[in-house]
């Protein structure tokens, strides 16, 4: 295998962790609510993730556990915004600085403190029989683990539900105008809950993930700004589905990108590999911000009371 094929392989792998993380932020998003707790989400995702993958048996449980924990905040934060109509940043602060927390804590708890930790079964690859032996293509789409061809699909379902479904059309209705979707009978609470719930759901995934693929262990720190740049990616997408999966691609390469840099011993100070996700990420959004179409009532709490809906 060639450098460039090994090199887009890493890649197709890497932008499993910012496709669903910005796919959830993505559809809650479409909903109006904005969550900021995605680094949170994450950590509590991995850290459960591991903790049933250990104790249980298999990534599988794992996963669905994850999934569970973080659908349960996203539900909260959908429940408590609109209910109570709290300042939704203010809440998913709050929901980040918890989440990552607990997911310490629970670590803490099931393993304790351990010179040697205890690992899990990374996720095996699953050659395509047929398609993997395409050239070229075939070992850098099409010989990847589970949760890759999972993410692909995520984001090919969701591009149909938004723009293929009358229901999708309901969701991103509340996101622009949720005064009018209400008046066209639309449940404006239940749409926003159900999307933040799912939302959550795809950020712990998201989180659960790096374990299951890359070390095996969780430890503190080890999503290391994904969730951060995964709603960097939700703005640089457009908040469309197809467009992040695209951007993701930018993403998870200037991530590889930064590995071949510090393992190849260049001599860069490591700090400053480190930071080239990052950089290119400003760099990027500087130009991305002109062009994307956000939910004109992203962040904002809806009152059916209020003339204006806020």
């Known amino acids: 295998m060639n450098e460039i094929t090994s090199f887009l392989q890493l890649m197709v792998t890497a932008m499993v962790p910012f496709i669903l993380a910005a796919q959830g932020t993505m559809i809650a998003g479409r909903a109006g609510v904005f969550n900021v707790a995605q680094e949170g989400l994450m950590m509590l995702g991995a850290s459960v993730g591991f903790l049933v993958s250990l104790r249980f048996g298999g990534n599988a449980m794992g996963l669905l556990v994850a999934a569970l924990a973080g659908a349960a905040l996203g539900w909260f934060l959908g429940w408590v915004t609109t209910r109570f109509r709290l300042d939704q940043f203010v809440i998913g602060l709050a929901l980040f600085f918890a989440a990552t927390g607990i997911a310490s804590l629970l670590y803490k708890v099931v393993i304790g403190v351990t010179l040697q930790p205890p690992l899990i079964p990374v996720l095996s690859r699953i050659e395509i029989p047929g398609l993997a032996a395409l050239p070229g293509i075939g070992p850098i789409l099409f010989d990847q683990s589970v949760m890759v061809y999972g993410a692909f699909v995520v984001s090919g379902l969701l591009y149909w539900y938004l723009y293929r479904t009358s229901h999708g059309l309901k969701l991103r209705s509340v996101g622009e105008n949720p005064k009018a979707a209400d008046s066209l009978g639309v449940n404006v609470s239940r749409t926003r809950i159900w999307a933040s719930t799912v939302g959550g759901a795809l950020m712990a995934l998201a989180g659960a993930y790096l374990p299951m693929t890359y070390t095996g262990t969780y430890t503190e720190g ?72 956000v939910p004109a009532f992203l962040g904002r709490n809806y009152d059916r009371e209020s003339r204006t809906g806020h």
């Open 222 to 293: 080890m999503v290391a700004g994904r969730g951060w740049l995964a709603i960097a990616l939700a703005f640089f997408g457009g908040w469309r589905p197809q467009y992040i999966l695209a951007g993701a691609a930018f993403f998870a390469g200037m991530e590889v990108l930064a590995l071949r840099v510090q393992v190849a011993g260049i001599d860069i100070p490591h700090q400053f590999v480190s930071m080239l996700p990052y950089i290119a990420t400003l760099l990027v959004m500087m130009f991305a911000l002109r062009w994307a179409s």
